[in-house]
C-alpha cells in the first residue's frame, strides 16, 4: 500500500517535519484568532475518527496542505504565464509554468491551464472558450439585452439567441451527470439549451446508441461526458465519434476520476484526454491535490482557454496553483499508479461485500471509484440512510438513482468512494468490512412516521447500540490505518 503521508525513504522524518510545521502554524494562528486554531484542530480529530466515504473527497499530502498557506496568496496575477496585468509577477509565472507542465505530461496534453478555481470555474471557462472559439458572438446590446449585472429571463434568452441558441447535451442528474452540465440551477443551464442522456432502464449502463441518436436529433455545439456519481467507466472513443458525426465539441468533465486517468488505471479508449477537445477536472478529489480545477485541452483551444481570466476568473490562485503543481507531481509517482489501481479494486470489494451481502447497486456493481447503493428496497430514503449511516460515524452523502421516485432532495440512494480511505491505506478487506458495517446499520434502521402518520422521508430509528457497536469497529479499522501518521499537534 503507497503512503502518500511519507513519501521520503525516511517517513517517521517526515512525519515530525509536519508535526513541527503545523504545531508551529497553529500557534501563531492562536495568537490572532483561537477559536479557528481550535476548530482546525477539531477538524483533524474529527476527520481521523470518521469512516471518510464521500467519493468526491480525499486527504491531500502535508505537502500539497503546507503549498497552500504562503504568500503566494498576497500575489495578484491576472494574465498568463509572461503576460501579466501586473507587475512582480515572476514567481508565480514560475508555479503557474510548473502546475500546467506538470499536468500536460501526467495526461499527455497538448495545452493545459491551471487558473480554475474550482471545478465549476473549470467547466465555465470550457464553456465560454468554446463559444469563443466556434461561435460568432455578435454584442449583447445588438439584441436589446440589458446590462449583465442586471439579466432576467427574458434576458437570458436573448443572451443565448446572441449565441446563436447554441446548445449543449450531458449525461442526466439522476444517471449521475452533474449541475454544471447544463442544468437550470447552474449557469450552464442558462448560457445553453440543454438535453440530457439517461442510461438504459434496464442496466443503468450508458446507452451509446441512444447518445447517438439524441445528438442526431438535437446538434448540440457541446457533447459533455463525465459525472458525479455513475458507477462505471465510459468509452470516450466512441463519444468522441458521436461529437464528430454532428459537428459537436466533446468536453469531458473527469473531476471525479481524474485519478484514476492520472494513476494509468484508465487508459485507452477510457482515458478522455486524448479523444476530448477539452477535458476539465477539480484538483481535489481522487486526484488527490488542493481545491482547484485544471482545464486540458487540444492547442486549437488553447487561446480561447487562456481567456478564462478575466472572461469568467478573477486573479488566479497563485498560492493554490503552486498547491496543484505539488499534488500533480506527486500524482506522476508509481506509488500513485499503485494508489489509483488500488482505488479501484478496493470499490469493487466493496461493491462486491454489498452484493454478497443481498444490497442492491446501480448498475448492479463498479468498475470505477465509487458505488452507488439503492436503498429503496430496505425501505429507507438516501436521506434517512444517510443520516442514520453518520449517527453510526459512517460519512457518506445521499445521491439520487435513475428515475428517482423521492426526487434530488430525499432521493433512493447513497453514494460511496473509495478515494480517500485508500489514501490512509484500506485495502479490499477492510472494504468488505466497510460493507458488512453499513449494511448492518442500514438492516437496523426504519423510517419513522411523521406527526401526521404519514410515512417519513427523513426521519428514522437506528435500533440500540447499533450506532455504539459500529464506532467501535469502525475504530479498529481507522487505528489500523491512521490519518497522517505520525503527524502530532
Ligand atoms: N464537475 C463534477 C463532475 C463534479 O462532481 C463537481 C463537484 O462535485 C464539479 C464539477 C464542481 O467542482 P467544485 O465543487 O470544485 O466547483
Redesign the pocket.
Known amino acids: 500500500m503507497t503512503d502518500v503521508f511519507a513519501p521520503t525513504t525516511n517517513s517517521s522524518e517526515y512525519a515530525e517535519q509536519a508535526s513541527t510545521a503545523y504545531r508551529a502554524a497553529l500557534s501563531v494562528i492562536e495568537q490572532v484568532e483561537p477559536r479557528i486554531a481550535d476548530a482546525t484542530r477539531a477538524e483533524l480529530a474529527d476527520q481521523r475518527a470518521s469512516l471518510k466515504l464521500i467519493a468526491?473527497e480525499n486527504y491531500a499530502s502535508p505537502a500539497v496542505l503546507l503549498t497552500m498557506g504562503t504568500w503566494f496568496s498576497d500575489k495578484y496575477a491576472e494574465g498568463t504565464v509572461g503576460h501579466r496585468f501586473y507587475a512582480g509577477c515572476q514567481n508565480v509565472d514560475t508555479v503557474e509554468a510548473l502546475a500546467a507542465e506538470h499536468a500536460r505530461e501526467l495526461f499527455g496534453a497538448e495545452y493545459a491551464y491551471a487558473q480554475p478555481h474550482?471545478?465549476?470555474?473549470?467547466?465555465l471557462v470550457a464553456f465560454w472558450s468554446i463559444l469563443a472559439h466556434r461561435v460568432e458572438t455578435p454584442t449583447l446590446a445588438d439584441h436589446g439585452a440589458k446590462t449583465v449585472y442586471d439579466l432576467s429571463e427574458q434576458d437570458w434568452e436573448k443572451l443565448r439567441r446572441a449565441f446563436g441558441e447554441q446548445r449543449a447535451l450531458g449525461m442526466s442528474l439522476d444517471a449521475g451527470g452533474?449541475l454544471?452540465?447544463g442544468f437550470r440551477p447552474n449557469i450552464s443551464g442558462k448560457m445553453f439549451h440543454q438535453r440530457s442522456y439517461g442510461t438504459d432502464p434496464e442496466t443503468q449502463l450508458l446507452d451509446y446508441d441512444a447518445v447517438r441518436a439524441a445528438a442526431r436529433e438535437f446538434k448540440p455545439l457541446v457533447l459533455i461526458a463525465?459525472?458525479?456519481a455513475y458507477p462505471r467507466r465510459v468509452n470516450f472513443a466512441t463519444m468522441r465519434e458521436i461529437a464528430d458525426e454532428v459537428g459537436a465539441t466533446l468536453m469531458v468533465?473527469m473531476?471525479?476520476f481524474a485519478g484514476l486517468v492520472a494513476g494509468k488505471v484508465f487508459t485507452g479508449d477510457e482515458d478522455p484526454v486524448p479523444h476530448a477537445h477539452l477535458t476539465?477536472t477539480?484538483t481535489?478529489?481522487s486526484l488527490r491535490g488542493p481545491?482547484?480545477?485544471l482545464v486540458l485541452a487540444t492547442k486549437e483551444y488553447a487561446d480561447s482557454v487562456d481567456r478564462g481570466c478575466p472572461m469568467v476568473l478573477g486573479g488566479p490562485l497563485s498560492h493554490m496553483m503552486a498547491a496543484k503543481a505539488v499534488a500533480l507531481a506527486e500524482a506522476r509517482t508509481a506509488e500513485f499508479q499503485t494508489y489509483a489501481q488500488n482505488v479501484a479494486d478496493n470499490a469493487k470489494a466493496l461493491a462486491d461485500g454489498f452484493l454478497r451481502r443481498g444490497a442492491k447497486l446501480v448498475t448492479g456493481g463498479t468498475d470505477n471509484h465509487l458505488v452507488l447503493l439503492d436503498v429503496s428496497g430496505m425501505g429507507l430514503t438516501g436521506r434517512q440512510a444517510e443520516s442514520a449511516l453518520l449517527d453510526a460515524g459512517i460519512v457518506t452523502n445521499r445521491n439520487s438513482v435513475p428515475s428517482d421516485p423521492n426526487g434530488a432532495w430525499y432521493t433512493s440512494g447513497v453514494r460511496l468512494g473509495t478515494p480517500a480511505l485508500t489514501s490512509r491505506g484500506f485495502g479490499t478487506a477492510e472494504f468488505d468490512r466497510v460493507a458488512e458495517l453499513v449494511v448492518d446499520v442500514l438492516t437496523n434502521t426504519q423510517p419513522a412516521a411523521t406527526k401526521s402518520g404519514a410515512p417519513g422521508k427523513a426521519k428514522y430509528v437506528l435500533a440500540d447500540g447499533v450506532a455504539d457497536r459500529t464506532k467501535a469497529a469502525s475504530g479498529e479499522l481507522l487505528d489500523k490505518h491512521p490519518l497522517y501518521p505520525g503527524l502530532e499537534l
Do not use: C, E, V
Not at 474550482?118 to 467547466?123: P, V
Open positions: 468526491s474550482s471545478g465549476i470555474d473549470a467547466n452533474h454544471t452540465h463525465g459525472y458525479s468533465d473531476a471525479h476539465t477539480t481535489h478529489k481545491r482547484g480545477g
